[in-house]
T-cell receptor
Framework: GQQVMQIPQYQHVQEGEDFTTYCNSSTTLSNIQWYKQRPGGHPVFLIQLVKSGEVKKQKRLTFQFGEAKKNSSLHITATQTTDVGTYFCAVHYGNNRLAFGKGNQVVVIP | EPEVTQTPSHQVTQMGQEVILRCVPISNHLYFYWYRQILGQKVEFLVSFYNNEISEKSEIFDDQFSVERPDGSNFTLKIRSTKLEDSAMYFC????????????FGQGTRLTVV
């Protein structure tokens, strides 16, 4: 099945700093979604990227889809304690399968 | 705001017992999913359901698992004979149409098999 690899798996980020998390595929993706799961919570949809080279912004979050549609990144600026959680990328493939990467667990250091 | 609801929030069961996890998807949604997340690990796809039948299932979803949409609102996951390794958080999700739209997740059921 289609796999997406996320790097890094863990990040410790000082409050106020920026960080980036990456999602990579060996095959071309039709689209990619990003979800955030707070500790003890459930995955919550953040964004969907569809077009080659697409960039979308949500306040301090910037999402990019690579030109070859094989990778994506999420960049967060001026990290806040509310950014703590695990960020997953997810892809649709097959008949009706939404598959998640292993996630990037982010710890924010006050 | 509409949401996916799951019951119970926590279930403890003895190994070998059957459990049924219940979900009420968002009312106008057409695609339904079950996922499993072992503590601290990835969100693993189990099964998807559309038009009253399974559309995809993973290798985890073996004969001891089944899903049902018995009455047009509930969506259930049954585990026939639970094993210790079935202990996990089980999430139900739904989405409203094709075109790879976002999935809305319930709060999850934490299943503990003892």
């Amino acid at each position: 099945g289609q796999q997406v690899m996320q790097i890094p798996q863990y990040q410790h980020v000082q409050e106020g700093e920026d960080f980036t998390t990456y999602c990579n595929s060996s095959t071309t993706l039709s689209n990619i979604q990003w979800y955030k799961q707070r500790p003890g919570g459930h995955p919550v949809f953040l964004i969907q990227l569809v077009k080659s080279g697409e960039v979308k912004k949500q306040k301090r979050l910037t999402f990019q889809f690579g030109e070859a549609k094989k990778n994506s990144s999420l960049h967060i600026t001026a990290t806040q304690t509310t950014d703590v959680g695990t960020y997953f990328c997810a892809v649709h493939y097959g008949n009706n399968r939404l598959a998640f990467g292993k996630g990037n667990q982010v710890v924010v250091i006050p | 705001e509409p949401e996916v609801t799951q019951t119970p929030s926590h279930q403890v069961t003895q190994m070998g017992q059957e459990v049924i996890l219940r979900c009420v998807p968002i009312s106008n949604h057409l695609y339904f999913y079950w996922y499993r997340q072992i503590l601290g690990q990835k969100v693993e796809f189990l099964v998807s359901f559309y038009n009253n039948e399974i559309s995809e299932k993973s290798e985890i979803f073996d004969d001891q698992f089944s899903v049902e949409r018995p009455d047009g609102s509930n969506f259930t996951l049954k585990i026939r004979s639970t094993k210790l390794e079935d202990s996990a958080m089980y999430f139900c999700a739904s989405r409203n149409r094709g075109g790879n739209t976002e999935a809305f997740f319930g709060q999850g059921t934490r299943l503990t098999v003892v």
